[in-house]
């Protein structure tokens, strides 16, 4: 069941929160599961609000800074270290992003590296002569549908993410632009087997890719990154009741 959240409520809210506020970082995070509980040790009066964790790559580095200034004062929101890479990698990292936290909303995605390519060194390349996807789609699903096994045992309400879209063979390692629906087909159905929402910001970015993605990349502008959060942020607040 993909979320379709176009309230003009939850969109009024979200800029309203981003006029009002300014991101202020919270200092050097410890590693591992102590990085989480020393961050929220860090937060102060807002120890009390509920707790968001983002998994996911650079796009959604991208998009967590605008999205904890929308969420000021409402949630406590947290990226994981790094960037999530493949499935398969995010997939041996889960315990260690998840921490001993108990997280109210995990908002995560995989995708965007799995379809990429590489050599048989794992080394990002611009040619399908020179190697292979890096994660097949089989794989893929396969990873996607452990991963949401290992998020449910958390309690926590999670959401999906759709891969972003981009153009044809962007910079950087070779990517097809028509294998991101490809990936995203094959998420959806792991999540509708498990009931899972979709905040789908691959149809959101689609029509809006010359004004919001910088050209001829998978990543997005400062504006683009922050048209994101509010999507990101709607969905949110979605799954925590709280609109």
């Given at each position: 069941m993909i979320i379709r959240l176009h309230s003009h409520l939850f969109a009024t809210q979200c800029r309203a929160s981003l006029r009002r506020s300014f991101f202020v970082p919270w200092g050097v995070l410890l590693a591992g599961s102590l990085l989480a509980l020393g961050w929220l040790g860090q937060a102060g009066d807002d120890e009390h609000l509920p707790k968001v964790l983002i998994i996911g790559d650079s796009i959604s580095i991208g998009?967590?800074?605008?999205?904890?200034?929308?969420?000021?004062?409402?949630?406590?929101?947290?990226?994981?270290?790094g960037n999530a890479q493949h499935s398969g990698h995010g997939l041996q990292h889960l315990d260690q992003w998840l921490g001993e936290v108990s997280w109210d909303?995990?908002?995560?995605?995989?995708?965007?590296?799995?379809?990429?390519?590489?050599?048989?060194?794992?080394?990002?390349?611009?040619?399908?002569?020179?190697?292979?996807?890096?994660?097949?789609?089989?794989?893929?699903?396969?990873?996607?549908?452990?991963?949401?096994?290992r998020l449910s045992r958390t309690g926590a309400a999670l959401v999906f993410a759709t891969t972003t879209p981009y153009p044809d063979h962007p910079a950087g390692p070779l990517r097809e632009a028509w294998q991101a629906e490809r990936y995203n087909a094959v998420a959806l159905e792991v999540m509708q087997k498990y009931q899972?929402?979709?905040?789908?910001?691959?149809?959101?970015?689609?029509?809006q890719l010359k004004t919001l993605q910088q050209p001829e990349n998978v990543h997005f502008t400062r504006e683009g990154s922050r048209a994101l959060a509010g999507e990101v942020?709607?969905?949110?607040?979605?799954?925590l009741g709280n609109p």
């Open positions: 998009y967590t800074k605008p999205l904890k200034t929308l969420l000021k004062g409402r949630a406590v929101v947290m990226h994981h270290p909303v995990i908002h995560f995605n995989h995708g965007l590296h799995d379809l990429k390519y590489v050599d048989a060194h794992g080394k990002n390349v611009r040619s399908k002569d020179k190697g292979h996807i890096q994660i097949g789609l089989a794989q893929y699903g396969a990873n996607m549908e452990a991963i949401v096994k899972i929402p979709v905040n789908d910001l691959y149809t959101f970015a689609l029509p942020c709607k969905s949110i607040l979605k799954a």
